[in-house]
């Protein structure tokens, strides 16, 4: 039988992040993947590492932690992730609009995020694309973009350096519990007896959750993004309108609601890969694991970029890429050991934040494990237990 200290199911950034730090302090690690290294949701986001887009307090205090990891992390990993701190802009279309990010902008800045707003003549002095009917952006120089793909690989590559062993193509059968601790992982390569298991599994944490009878509130959260053509430099770092904030921090609800202004959650955003292609971004709606795609949707996503940017209706989109994205209701991960049964650690949630939070996820589970000496304070509020609170007022 197979032995390890710590198993970690999901092989996504999040996951690879995570089996690094455990191999690194000397755990014998082994890394379960239904597919391949980062195919999953990893393989289905844009590029952004976006600080001005996470609300201030917890989430922000997070997003700029893993920020500083980021900033040795190919050194560290000793390969490129394609990481480029290229600065980050949200586009403001109407005075409403402007209203609500003063606010947002002036939070930001008290969270310690060098964020400017930007009049008219200097949004589109930084970015020309932009229709003429933009009233303004605001601009953050430690917005950055990073290769996800190239991400996951990185952190796998230097998890099996480190010890680690890698299960790619094995999926989790069951996990076996005895005495109220953590005791087996059964897969479809055989079992594995261990007192660690690492729940990485994004938008299927909940089902791992299950096989240990530990309920997890997270749900797919669906998103679609648009590919197009390779074109040479069009952008200018990445960027954000202000719909896709509000969309992104708009509390639960059905999302397909007819009553809404914006039945799918969409919202621009819009980067541009090493090779040249745009990833034109996206929506949020809750439909389970529905992959089919929803013609009214790519060209609802369509519409809304080309109003904000007219050029790219001059470009083909050669395919749309179909993503789910682990939600919770306040928007936060959760990391946490589960009350029962004892051993089973929980690192999913972080929805749309998985790229930018994925190197501070790793340590805080490399934390979490060691007994909270480092970053007690910050997990204090990614706990299980806070969903039970506020299911009971």
């Not at 980067?271 to 694991?289: A, C, H, K, M, P």
């Not at 934040?353 to 480092?374: F, M, Y």
Request: charged share 20%; glycine share 10%; net charge neutral.
């Amino acid at each position: 039988m197979q032995t390890a200290d710590a198993v970690v199911i999901g092989g996504g950034v999040i996951g690879t992040s995570i089996a690094y730090r455990l191999a690194l302090q000397g755990r014998r690690t082994v890394l379960l993947e239904k597919g391949e290294i980062g195919a999953q949701t990893s393989a289905s986001c844009d590029k952004a590492v976006f600080l001005q887009s996470k609300k201030p307090g917890i989430h922000l205090e997070l997003a700029m932690a893993s920020r500083q990891v980021y900033e040795h992390l190919e050194e560290e990993l000793g390969t490129s992730v394609e990481f480029n701190p290229s600065g980050g802009m949200i586009v403001i279309e109407t005075e409403e609009q402007r209203e609500r990010m003063l606010e947002f902008v002036e939070n930001q800045r008290k969270g310690g995020v060098p964020v400017h707003l930007l009049d008219r003549k200097e949004t589109f002095e930084r970015q020309p694309i932009l229709s003429r009917h933009v009233v303004g952006a605001t601009w953050c120089s430690q917005d950055a973009e990073v290769n996800p793909l190239l991400l996951s690989q990185a952190f796998a590559a230097a998890a099996a350096r480190a010890g680690a062993q890698l299960w790619t193509h094995t999926e989790v059968l069951g996990i076996r519990c005895s005495q109220g601790k953590v005791s087996e992982v059964l897969t479809t390569k055989g079992p594995i007896s261990t007192e660690i298991v690492v729940n990485a599994a994004g938008p299927f944490a909940s089902a791992i959750g299950e096989m240990a009878g530990v309920s997890i509130p997270i749900k797919p959260r669906r998103g679609m993004i648009l590919i197009s053509e390779r074109v040479p430099p069009f952008v200018n770092g990445v960027l954000l309108c202000s719909q896709y904030i509000l969309a992104k921090h708009r509390p639960q609800g059905d999302d397909r609601s007819k009553k809404m202004p914006n039945p799918y959650g969409v919202g621009l955003s819009l980067g541009q890969t090493e090779t040249g292609n745009l990833l034109i971004g996206g929506s949020r709606e809750f439909v389970g694991f529905d992959s089919t795609p929803d013609p009214k949707l790519t060209s609802a996503i369509a519409r809304h970029a080309v109003r904000i940017i007219p050029a790219l209706a001059r470009m083909r989109i050669i395919r749309t890429m179909i993503g789910f994205r682990p939600y919770t209701v306040d928007g936060l991960p959760i990391i946490d050991e589960a009350p029962e049964p004892k051993g089973f650690i929980i690192a999913a949630g972080h929805e749309g934040d998985g790229i930018a939070l994925a190197p501070i996820t790793g340590l805080l589970v490399a934390d979490l494990l060691e007994g909270k000496k480092q970053f007690g304070r910050i997990l204090k509020h990614l706990g299980l237990s806070r969903f039970a609170l506020t299911h009971q007022h």
